[in-house]
């Protein structure tokens, strides 16, 4: 079985707000609204690209693949839309090293005869 990594636990988020909370300098207070902000930049940029499935397919690969979302994100911001999206398919082409034609699509254990 896989050792629980730190992210797994049950109040990972929580425990991270507050260590971002305790890391001020003495007397100063957290700037909340600072990390409301980017809580919520990171939750606009995830439904943006939850709502376009073109480009949730393309960042759900690369994520499955181990690219980091905190990368994808800053990408995201410096470029614009259609810049992103051809970022991601240059990414997957990195990842994926096949010829098309070596590619078969199979549907059913008889692919053979279907595919004649």
């Not at 797994?8 to 305790?22: C, P």
């Not at 073109?54 to 690369?62: A, E, P």
């Amino acid at each position: 079985m896989k050792e629980k990594r730190p992210e797994h636990e049950a109040y990972f988020t929580f425990n991270r707000f507050s260590e971002s909370f305790r890391t001020t300098k003495k007397g100063e207070r957290p700037d909340i609204d600072k990390l409301w902000m980017e809580v919520k930049r990171y939750f606009l940029s995830f439904e943006e690209w939850f709502r376009n499935k073109h480009c949730y397919h393309l960042v759900g690969f690369l994520v499955d693949c181990g690219a980091s979302i905190g990368l994808l994100k800053k990408e995201a911001e410096k470029i614009t839309k259609s810049a992103f999206i051809d970022f991601l398919k240059k990414e997957i082409r990195k990842q994926v090293s096949c010829d098309i034609d070596e590619l078969i699509l199979c549907y059913s254990p008889n692919f053979r005869q279907v595919y004649k």
